[in-house]
């Protein structure tokens, strides 16, 4: 029988980001739509990545009696402080707005900063909650700079803003993304713990029977 990871997000972008990461390893991996859950509700902190996911992963698992893989993540702009980080979601205070009225926001704030003055990171923690109580995170992260414009079609959230080394953005990686990426940088380092997991666990039959 197939071992069944919860992805636990409602994200689409992040939901095929983790799918491909980790389906690959040879878990039935599943969104909350095909587990037959409705929304679950989690509060969000602005207090650390590692609290966001852990919450994320934990309610999951407890909708769904599955192992659930969260992650939370963000952008941080060493001229803003190191902002937006855990609030990156909800910069400009407010959830609803879309990823390009927030990239918009990010190169206001950054009008006139130099390039040199421009760095920045990705930084991503992703969260394995496992029946019984136990969690483990690991982290990952990729040291860029803010571009002066919005450049490439692939990606999602930060993207098409946040420049690599090699002068591409994030949202011009294409497939490479799926390597260079922090959220691929931390579930790298959380490969190791989902191979140990041999014991075969719940199929998505069960999990919906135990809503």
Known sequence: MARSL????????KLRELRGLVSPLGWDVLTPGDAGLDRV??????????????????????ASGLPSLADDSG???????????????????????????RCALLLRRLEGVPEPRRGARF???VVLALPGGATVAREGSVEGR???????STGFGYDPVFELPD????????????????RARALSAMM???????????????ARGRR
């Open 6 to 13: 919860l992805l636990a997000s409602g994200n689409a972008g």
């Open 41 to 62: 509700h989690v509060v969000e902190g602005d207090r650390s990545y590692l609290e966001n996911a852990t919450a994320k992963a934990v309610a999951y698992l407890r």
């Open 75 to 101: 952008i941080e702009v060493d001229a803003l402080g190191g902002d937006p980080g855990v609030l990156s979601a909800r910069f400009g205070g407010h959830r609803a707005g879309s990823d390009a009225q």
């Open 123 to 125: 930084r991503a923690v």
């Open 146 to 152: 803010i571009a002066t414009a919005p450049r490439g």
């Open 167 to 182: 002068g591409r953005t994030m949202a011009e990686a294409g497939d490479e993304k799926q390597r260079l990426s922090h």
């Open 192 to 206: 190791a713990v989902l191979e140990a997991l041999d014991e075969p666990l719940h199929s998505p039959d069960r």
